[in-house]
């Protein structure tokens, strides 16, 4: 299969397409390198070209595909609070134009989503694929407004698509300013660990590998207008993740500093499983193993992540999130 990995040289898409490689699959990945893509995430060889999924001639450039993978996005709610533009560019022009491609090439598309659209879940629930979905902040209601794109698509042009939403993933090479690659590279340089809150929310963890393994079933065996959620049943505080960070690496505990709160905070995410498990999916990695795992690759490989956070584009964002959260 010739197939189009979008978003390849980011955190998720970057296993995705290693997986595939390794699966025999033709992969070309089309990627905006923004801040969060990076060329040491892609394996050597890749066929790689560069350019933006809302703009028709960058896809264009592809050629003819089989399947388009689309894991190309805005991805930090922090980030979109900050300025959504780009998010609502991306996110749902982004995924428009892709459909639009995926409907003269007749290939399968899948969507690559987020627990997130659900919004957040009173404890005792957990979200199923035919909630409604009420986003929070703009990062997930410019995914929200993706799926619906995709779900118009498959019921107007008749395009073979499927949505996939993951829970918060965790494993090596994401950008250091989601929760656990922060907090390890922080706590690795002495820094302090903005923990928002009380540090009581809950998020559903998913090991990289687990979520790529998802994503090329519901690829190959999804039916078209189904939407899979994806989550390994892992809920965590964040309180719960920072401690076992901070004693796994051995750091002073007096790095945790509460701070002024996210706005509009999504309390608890949790997602019922049964439609991607009886596809024949089921969660591999430990969650213990697979955190103190992940915390290790950080600790061991500060070359990837050292010049990213040494950069000025992060150190201006950093100063932006955090300089009066931490006084
Ligand atoms: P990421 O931020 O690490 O990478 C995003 C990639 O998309 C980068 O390589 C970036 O350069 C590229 N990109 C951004 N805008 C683009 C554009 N206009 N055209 C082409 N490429 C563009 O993201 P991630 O964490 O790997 O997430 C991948 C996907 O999985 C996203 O769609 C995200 O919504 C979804 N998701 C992520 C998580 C998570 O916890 N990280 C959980 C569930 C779902
Ligand atoms: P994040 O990794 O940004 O993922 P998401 O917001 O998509 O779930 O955040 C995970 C949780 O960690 C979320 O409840 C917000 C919290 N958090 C902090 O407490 N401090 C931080 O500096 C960051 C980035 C996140």
Request: proline residues 5%.
């Amino acid at each position: 299969m010739r197939l189009l990995v979008t978003g390849g040289a980011g955190f998720i898409g970057s296993h995705f397409v290693k997986r595939m490689l390794a699966a025999g699959e033709d992969v070309v990945v089309l990627d905006k390198f923004t801040y969060a893509g990076n060329p040491a995430n892609l394996p050597d060889g890749i066929e790689c070209r560069r350019g933006d999924i809302a703009t028709r001639g960058d896809v264009d450039q592809i050629g003819p595909v089989d399947a388009i993978v689309n894991f190309a996005a805005e991805t930090h709610v922090d980030r979109s609070i900050l300025g959504p533009e780009d998010f609502v560019h991306t996110d749902v022009l982004g995924t428009l134009v892709l459909l639009q491609a995926a409907e003269e090439l007749s290939a399968r598309f899948v969507q690559v989503s987020t627990d997130e659209v659900y919004g957040d879940v009173e404890p005792g629930w957990s979200s199923r694929e035919d909630d409604p979905l009420r986003p929070s902040s703009p990062y997930s209601a410019s995914k929200a407004g993706g799926d619906l794109q995709v779900l118009a698509a498959v019921r107007t042009f008749g395009i073979n698509a499927s949505i996939t939403r993951g829970s918060n993933t965790y494993g090596p090479n994401q950008y250091p300013e989601k929760l656990l690659p922060l907090f390890v590279t922080n706590a690795l340089d002495g820094e302090p660990l903005p923990l928002y809150g009380d540090g009581r929310q809950v998020r559903d963890w998913l090991h990289v590998d687990d979520h790529c393994a998802a994503v090329e079933l519901v690829l190959r065996q999804g039916e078209a207008g189904q939407v899979y959620n994806i989550g390994a049943d892992e809920e965590h505080e964040n309180v719960e993740l920072t401690k076992m960070i901070v004693e796994h690496l051995g750091a002073d505990r007096s790095l945790v500093r509460s701070v002024e709160d996210r706005a509009g905070h999504d309390r608890r995410y949790s997602l019922e499983t049964a439609k991607v498990r009886a596809l024949g999916w089921q969660p591999r990695r430990d969650w213990g193993e697979g955190v103190r795992a992940t915390i290790d690759w950080y600790r061991d490989n500060r070359d990837w992540w050292e010049p990213i956070k040494r950069s000025g584009g992060f150190r201006e964002y950093y100063d932006k999130q955090y300089a009066a959260r931490l006084g």
